[in-house]
């Protein structure tokens, strides 16, 4: 079974622009969810999507953004780009969302290196 | 909301020295517990992980962990490292119920010197 893939792997931006990034999870997972990893921060949690729907928010800006679509990927856009967004994004999936023992395993994918300069 | 301690934030070790990285959390309800490792240059990897039950687990490559619900603990342990342990590791924690998002510890990063 192929895993969870995300692209671009690399991405150069430059301040001010914006920048979408794509998650396509393990076949037959609903659930996506998205951190931004950096050095000293460890994961921080921005979005989980499942049925197309966001579930649960992290707290960043307004400038970053979600969606998830009916066969399951999911994009993530940064607008307006800062320094401070430089950092590794990764993208996991589950098979499933909601209460219970046992729901949360979650596969993550290569992430995505962002360099905002 | 919940929170992860991880207060090791670099730890070196000899091989064949034996491992224990420290994870614990806030939280009053049930909790999954979970430890993560990324090794150089490869996918965050789930390790082992507490669901139920026993609360000594085993995982992948002679790690294990227990889980002390008394102290709020999920320490990670390893009686002998290798070389190819050398990683960084994330303890992570999700609530059973509401519907809250995984929240991890901001991560141990393991050199172990040959």
């Known amino acids: 079974k192929a895993g969870v893939t995300q692209t671009p792997r690399y991405l150069i931006k430059t301040r001010g622009q914006q920048v979408t990034l794509s998650c396509s999870p393990i076949?037959?997972?609903?659930?996506v969810s998205w951190y931004q990893q950096t050095p000293g921060q460890g994961l921080q949690f921005l979005f989980e999507y499942f049925s197309e729907t966001q579930r649960n928010k992290g707290n960043f800006p307004g400038r970053f953004s979600g969606r998830q679509f009916s066969n399951s990927r999911s994009e993530m856009n940064v607008s307006t780009l800062e320094l401070g967004d430089s950092a590794l994004y990764l993208c996991?999936?589950?098979?499933?969302f909601g209460a219970g023992v046992g729901s949360y395993e979650q596969y993550f994918g290569p992430g995505t290196r962002l360099t905002v300069t | 909301a919940q929170s992860v301690s991880q207060h090791n934030h670099h730890v070196i070790l000899s091989e064949a020295a034996s491992l224990e990285l420290g994870c614990n959390y806030s939280y009053g309800g049930t909790v999954n517990l979970f430890w993560y490792v990324q090794y150089p240059g490869q996918h965050l990897q789930l390790l082992l992980k507490y669901f139920s039950g026993d609360p000594l687990v085993k995982g992948i490559k002679g790690f294990e962990a227990e889980f002390i619900k008394s102290k709020f603990s999920f320490n990670l342990r390893k009686p002998s490292v290798q070389w190819s342990d050398t990683a960084e590791y994330f303890c992570a924690v999700r609530p059973v119920f509401g519907n809250e998002k995984l929240t991890f510890g901001t991560g141990t990063r393991l050199t172990i010197i040959p």
């Open positions: 996991a999936s589950s098979s499933a």
């Open positions: 076949s037959g997972h609903r659930s």
